[in-house]
Nanobody, 114 residues
Framework: QVQLVESGGGLAPPGGSLNLSCTAS????????MGWHRQAPGKQRELVAD???????MYGDPVKGRFTISTDNAKNTVFLHMNDLKPEDTAVYYC????????WGQGTQVTVSS
């Protein structure tokens, strides 16, 4: 069973920055897609960003130009650098890994507030 371990998140003021990381216990050496979705109270889960083994990335419209996803393939880890945070970025961020099936992390809280 693949395990995803998330770290980072917490509290930041508007305009501030936070970083998330997610490490997979294992990944398919031929193909994987890894990233984050987020869910705010009363809202549907939405794409934040994801990246493939080949380095192709995709971002949700609300975070384009502010968030950057990257990967350390040797460590099975992806990173999310979140800049210029806004109160509407407040949510639980879930790491996920898609390969032959989907795996989800336990979620980490990001709160943007002054």
């Amino acid at each position: 069973q693949v395990q995803l371990v998330e770290s980072g998140g917490g509290l930041a003021p508007p305009g501030g920055s936070l970083n998330l990381s997610c490490t997979a216990s294992e990944r398919n050496p031929n193909y994987w897609l890894m990233g984050w979705h987020r869910q705010a109270p009363g809202k549907q889960r939405e794409l934040v960003a994801d990246i493939t083994k080949l380095g192709t990335s995709m971002y949700g419209d609300p975070v384009k130009g502010r968030f950057t996803i990257s990967t350390d393939n040797a460590k099975n880890t992806v990173f999310l650098h979140m800049n210029d945070l806004k109160p509407e970025d407040t949510a639980v961020y879930y790491c996920y890994l898609h390969q032959s099936q989907d795996y989800w992390g336990q979620g980490t809280q990001v709160t943007v507030s002054s």
